[in-house]
């Protein structure tokens, strides 16, 4: 993993989550939520956590399940109406499941996000998945931390592109009326992290676990978790 790049980056006027996967460990709940999909519908594929750590380069579910398909010419016989469909089956599967887990903030969310508040910096979260996976996950951490502690939440259903278009964070910093060089953004993957730099947006990359030995290069610095970064790279006071 890749080593902070300099000791501090700067106290931002704004830190965005670039992605639902920044703020929990998701990745292995919808892998689940795909295969179950597939289940019900009555095809024989199985993403394995190796498959899935490839398909995240891609971003997306439906564009993931394009993909997958795409792949292998066997399975050319499932449409975009029914990649469609099975994005949608699982997504109702993956927000069941997340009802059921014991899900907790990543290492070092609360506190970055405490001190934020703290400080009077504005916390956004802008994501490519849908409002309906945002909802999911705020209910499933209700009692580590509050939705409403997002000025802004920029999600799919705003957009026009997905990452890795610059789109998103492009709508976001419209809404957070501040300038890229202003804003420090949060991301997991590299393809979302496209993104981000797309804007000129600096980066604090915190790669999730299913993807640790991707590229993560182009981040400003990379990080295993967000403890002790407000205070040690942000320049924050911690939350009171």
């Known amino acids: 993993m890749k080593a902070p790049t300099r000791a501090t980056l700067f106290t931002p006027k704004a830190v965005i989550f670039g992605a639902i996967g920044t703020i ?79 899900l907790h903030p990543r290492l070092g969310v609360v506190e970055l996000m405490g001190a934020c508040r703290n400080n009077s910096i504005p916390i956004a979260l802008c994501t490519s998945t849908a409002m309906e996976n945002v909802k999911a996950l705020e209910s499933a951490l209700a009692k580590s931390l509050s939705f409403d502690w997002f000025t802004k939440i920029v999600t799919i259903d705003q957009i026009a592109r997905p990452k890795p278009a610059p789109d998103a964070y492009a709508y976001c910093l419209w809404q957070l009326k501040l300038d890229a060089s202003q804003v420090i953004a949060i991301e997991d993957t590299p393809v979302s992290l496209i993104s981000a730099k797309a804007n000129g947006i600096n980066t604090i990359a915190t790669p999730g676990a299913a993807i640790l030995e991707q590229d993560f290069s182009d981040a400003d610095m990379v990080l295993p978790s967000l403890e002790g970064a407000a205070v040690q790279y942000l320049g924050l006071s911690k939350s009171t």
């Open 24 to 102: 929990a460990e998701t990745s292995d709940i919808q892998r689940r939520a795909f295969n179950s999909a597939f289940e019900a519908a009555g095809l024989d594929w199985v993403w394995t956590a190796e498959t899935y750590r490839d398909l995240l380069r891609t971003n997306g579910g439906q564009n993931r399940i394009r993909a997958y398909r795409d792949a292998h010419p066997e399975l050319m016989s499932v449409t975009d109406t029914m990649v469609v469909e099975l994005h949608t089956a699982k997504t109702d599967h993956y927000v069941e499941m997340l009802g059921q887990e014991d």
